[in-house]
């Protein structure tokens, strides 16, 4: 992973979560979890007229996928729920390793995770929020 760990982005979202939170009155919540680890997550949004007004989460997990949830939230809030479709389709081409320079760039500090494409045995940790993301807005999370 290299300096996965030594990224200030990485350690900030991993130590202190801006977004790990109970939401109050959220439109979308949505449970996501890796059987293989035990990471587990709840991620809470506000979704209203097409933008994602607030998001939050709660679990528990590695830091891998703690931080993922963070960064992703920092991301994808205030965002079009349009937008935040094309950076979850952007998080997984980075992921497998098909991502261009111009398109790295979209997903600013989520960036940072670039490095987990090497690790497969970490993979479903930085992946965890996003899916969840990806099936909350797809209507399975809709209160």
Same mark, same amino acid.
């Given at each position: 992973? /290299?300096?996965? =760990? ?6 900030? %979202?991993?130590?202190?979560?801006? =977004?790990? =939170? ?7 919540? %949505? ?11 709840? +991620? ?7 933008? !994602? ?5 709660? @679990? ?17 809030? /205030? ?8 950076? !979850? @389709? ?8 098909? !991502? ?6 979209? +997903? ?6 670039? /490095? ?28």
């Amino acid at each position: 992973m /290299g300096n996965l =760990y030594t990224s200030t982005t990485f350690m900030e %979202h991993n130590s202190h979560p801006d =977004y790990k =939170y109970e939401m109050d009155a959220p439109t979308h919540e %949505h449970d996501g979890i890796n059987p293989s680890c035990g990471d587990d997550i709840t +991620l809470q949004l506000r979704v209203k007229d097409g933008k !994602i007004e607030d998001a939050g989460f709660i @679990g528990t997990g590695c830091a891998i996928s703690q931080a993922s949830a963070s960064l992703m939230i920092d991301l994808v809030k /205030g965002r079009t729920v349009e937008d935040a479709r094309r950076l !979850i @389709g952007l998080y997984f081409d980075m992921i497998k390793g098909k !991502i261009t320079p111009e398109q790295l760039d979209d +997903l600013e500090d989520v960036a940072a995770l670039q /490095g987990i494409a090497h690790v497969p045995a970490r993979v479903k940790c930085a992946v965890l929020a996003w899916h969840t993301l990806e099936e909350a807005l797809d209507g399975e999370g809709k209160i």
